[in-house]
């Protein structure tokens, strides 16, 4: 079962690194909440992390550019946060485990194909 407890926890212990610049605690943080919301394993979790914290750079960067007039400069850090985004939710998409058979799912439902049509389908056509 997932704790909110835990999970807020998690959220502060984030927004914590990031504000102390402790990059490594912001990794562990994020990708702590990963496994627990998405069921990733860890080595996914980490990728995906990462990337946010790359992606959430580059929109500070863009910010910044944004904030000094240099518009050009700005939307190419938009865009590459964009594309470190996609790859992100890519992982978390299609590494989620089914909560039912603790397999990768090849759907962004909760529960794969094969799961719900065994445990779930007679429910459906009631």
Known sequence: MIDPKELAQLEIGWWQGHHRKDKDKVIQAI??????????????AVKAAKLKLVAGHQHDLAEQAEDSGKR???????????????????????????????????????????????????????
């Open 72 to 126: 050009v400069e700005a939307e190419a850090y938009w865009e590459s946060a964009a594309e470190l985004l996609r790859i992100h939710f890519e992982i978390i998409i299609s590494r989620q485990l089914c909560a039912v058979c603790q397999q990768p799912k090849p759907t962004v439902d909760f529960v794969c194909d094969d799961c719900f049509d065994t445990n779930f389908k007679q429910v459906e056509q009631k």
């Open 31 to 44: 990708s702590s909440q990963f496994v627990m919301l998405y069921g990733l394993s860890n080595e996914d």
